[in-house]
């Protein structure tokens, strides 16, 4: 994808092109402020980066604060989640609490292993590290109109963030200005969608800032009680990553992922125009927002999908580990007897979350959205007959739930944070399955071997649901099995560390997972900084349009995110610091 090109004529090209299909695109590069940038020389390399403090293209305080009224207010310094933890930020601003202090304690982000909330004492350095250094509190569309309005005319990096689950450091960004949308909370259900498309059943449109769980009360409390596409974790965000990567969840093997349930985008563009997207309006905006990439082709404010009625649902959770077995032979006929039937579990509508590291294999729960136990037993019973004939023990545990709703609140526990892992994933497909199941079996032994976790998600996002023409990659459309691989690191390691660990999940568990999987793909939400390819394992087919669209919604390049549509031309120079562009 590195062909050289002048990026301001094929966009104005593509513009039009765009333009005849997406009507209300109604901005034009005369409405575009041409930015200032920091020129810089690295190693005989020129950049234009975005400005940061020293810089002279830098806004001085008086523009900051001309912008805190025009956002009412809201513009705040950024404070560090740990910083209650610590005396002073940067060593003059004073911000211990030590009941903030216990609450962080929890939570997980990337900042460069500074200003962590555990393990620490107050007298401990604290400070601003990658995490940002504005941040907005948006309450209104306007709020983020005008943040995104100020980035761009600054040429400040601007980071969205909505909950900050994204563990691959997408919602930090050092000496950025962080657009905030976790008070966008407004939820309206509508009990029968009579907007562009098909779809006449019910639908709910989702504010920026609301998270799974909350959304899923909401649902529940609906006449009739209704079901959505979330993920498996409470707190990840709806409207913001996690749709825009695609967005797995239990529901999606029989209805598809969240990208395929959208209806209708409300957003802001990077050259602040409120725009709607969906079928009718912007149409391809709506495709590439599907499921293109986070924090890519605009600032969402909120999104429309399909609801449906909640149904009795049935769940069984499974273990072996160490209680049950010390023998790893016996394990891994377990592991592999339970993992090799994947295409059936997904072919029947259940979705399976397992964990799965040394003798130690946790599936909790498979689930199965409108089965009684009987028919959920009918599915899994050869799996159970195996571990029978094959003497391997293990313990089950059946359930049925009135509501998918309860089964969620019954069964799933809330996740860790992946903070002190380097992570990296594989999506397997039925095709996988039917080459040589047995060699992705020994390519998830060979990643836990290597010391490496493994998240495991069972899920056909193609199975029951109707194609959706969407950026998600086509391969989710034959997907049977995800698995999240993740490699524990210290935050404090040195950088020869942190490199060695990056090696070893990105060319060692990474090419097994690859090399197994040769129909498969990966997923920009929970997947690898250094995956090989990433354009085309992220996007496949796909990737050349949304290439093509960022350079038509986002010429200078507004929003950033890792490997993302587009990103090709950008690079983060100085250790992790300045976002800038190659020239
Ligand atoms: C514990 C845990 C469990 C998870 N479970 C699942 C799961 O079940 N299924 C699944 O598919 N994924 C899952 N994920 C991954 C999740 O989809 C990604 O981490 C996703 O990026 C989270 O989105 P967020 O908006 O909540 O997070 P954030 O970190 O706030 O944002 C993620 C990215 O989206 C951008 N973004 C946020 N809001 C907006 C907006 N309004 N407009 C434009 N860009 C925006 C940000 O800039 C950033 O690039 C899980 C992650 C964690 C940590
Ligand atoms: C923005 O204005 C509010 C209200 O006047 C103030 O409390 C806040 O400190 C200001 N933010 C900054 C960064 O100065
Ligand atoms: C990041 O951490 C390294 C190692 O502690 C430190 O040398 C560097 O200054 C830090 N950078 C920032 C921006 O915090
Ligand atoms: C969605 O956003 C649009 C545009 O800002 C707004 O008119 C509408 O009220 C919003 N709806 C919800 C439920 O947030
Ligand atoms: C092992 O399985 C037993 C029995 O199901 C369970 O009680 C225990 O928590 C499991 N241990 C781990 C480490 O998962
Ligand atoms: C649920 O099961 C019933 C009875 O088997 C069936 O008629 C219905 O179509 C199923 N609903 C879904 C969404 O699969
Ligand atoms: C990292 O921190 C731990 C304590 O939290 C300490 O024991 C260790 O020495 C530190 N390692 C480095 C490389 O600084």
Redesign the pocket.
Known sequence: MLIPFSFLSLSTHLLTLVNAQDPDLSFTHADVTASKSSLITRNGRRYACKCYPGDSCYPKPTTWSQFNQTVGGNLQLAIPPGAPCFDFLDGTIPTYNEAQCTEVQANCFWTNDTCVPIGVSPTDTCTRGYYGDYLVLART?AHVKATVDFARKNNVRLVIRNTGHDFMGRSTGFGSLILNTHS?K???FHKKWTGPGQWRGGAV???AGVQGRELLRQANQQSPPQAIVTGECPTVGFAGGYIQGGGHGPLASIYGLAADQVLSF?VVTSSGV?L?ANAQRNPSLFWALKGGGPSTFAAI??V?VKTFPDLPSSSVVLRINSTHTSDPEVFWKGVNAFHELSTRYVENGLFVYYELGELRLNVRPFVAPNMTSAQLDAVVRPLFDKLDAQGIPYDREDNHFPSFFDLYLGIFDDEGSFAQMITGGRIFTKSDFRRDAAAINSAQRFAVEQGSFIIGHIVGPGTGAPRVDNAIHPRWRDAASFSITGLGIAGNASLTEKARVQNLVTNVVGKALRDASPKGAAYVNEGDLEEPNWQSEYWGLNYPRLFALKKVYDPLGVFYARTTPGTEDWEVIDVGTKLCRKL
Do not use: A, K, Q
Request: no cysteine.
């Open positions: 569309r966008l407004d939820v309206t449109t989702i504010g409300e409120y709607t404010l909120n429309t």
